[in-house]
Nanobody, 123 residues
């Protein structure tokens, strides 16, 4: 069982940066690859980024490549999403999720989710 809690969302202007955090409970954090998804009202949850168990390999959706960076600190049981050069279209609720396999981009295949954190980017 993995319990995930996101933090770090907020309201920022276009071009600004935010860092999201996702703290995981349990002693099996390193057994899980981690991912970030985002969702806007009335739309499906979309894959944003993923990272493997050690943090050595990362994956991104095209729209955030070069702007977002996913990382993890296994000593702190935490995964991060550094978001730079934010755009209004990045506005969404951001969720972290855990899976045994890295780079799984279908949200329905994840068993563990956080509660989400709102990111709003004004123009």
């Amino acid at each position: 069982q993995v319990h995930l809690v996101e933090s770090g969302g907020g309201l920022v202007q276009a071009g600004a940066s935010l860092r999201l955090s996702c703290a995981a409970s349990g002693r099996t954090f390193t057994s899980y690859a981690m991912a970030w998804f985002r969702q806007t009202p009335g739309k499906e949850r979309d894959f944003v980024a993923a990272i493997n168990w050690s943090g050595s390999t990362t994956y991104y959706t095209d729209s955030v490549k070069g702007r977002f960076t996913i990382s993890r600190d296994n000593a702190k049981n935490t995964v991060y999403l550094q978001m730079n050069s934010l755009k209004p279209e990045d506005t969404a609720v951001y969720y972290c999720a855990a899976h045994r396999v890295p780079n799984v981009r279908i949200p329905g295949l994840y068993d563990y989710w956080g509660q989400g954190t709102q990111v709003t980017v004004s123009s």
